[in-house]
Nanobody, 119 residues
Framework: QVQLVESGGGLVQGGGSLRLSCAASGSIFSIAVMGWYRQAPGKQRELVATVTSSGTTNYADSVKGRFTISRDKFKTTVYLQMNSLKPEDTAVYYC?????????????WGKGTLVTVSS
């Protein structure tokens, strides 16, 4: 089992920055990929960024150049640095973890943190 707890959301003006954190606990050794997804009102949940256990990152086109995903050296916390925020970035941001196939390819979600960007 993996538990995920997000923090760092809030209200920010357009053009501003926020940093989200996701603390993982439990069977951390089983995690292959961690990432952030978001869901805006009335829309489907979408990928924002992911980082693998080896450090490979992937970003949605809409956030490339503005957002940066990173992990601490112990691989227990994932961060999402969000710069040049736009009103369309407003959403609930969810942390996600996927275990390797060795551990069943399980998917875990945090409860989410709300990011609101004003115009």
């Amino acid at each position: 089992q993996v538990q995920l707890v997000e923090s760092g959301g809030g209200l920010v003006q357009g053009g501003g920055s926020l940093r989200l954190s996701c603390a993982a606990s439990g069977s951390i050794f089983s995690i292959a990929v961690m990432g952030w997804y978001r869901q805006a009102p009335g829309k489907q949940r979408e990928l924002v960024a992911t980082v693998t256990s080896s450090g490979t990152t992937n970003y949605a086109d809409s956030v490339k150049g503005r957002f940066t995903i990173s992990r601490d050296k112990f691989k227990t916390t994932v961060y999402l640095q969000m710069n040049s925020l736009k009103p369309e970035d407003t959403a609930v941001y969810y942390c996600n973890a996927r275990t390797s196939s060795t551990f069943g390819g399980m998917v875990y979600w945090g409860k989410g943190t709300l990011v609101t960007v004003s115009s």
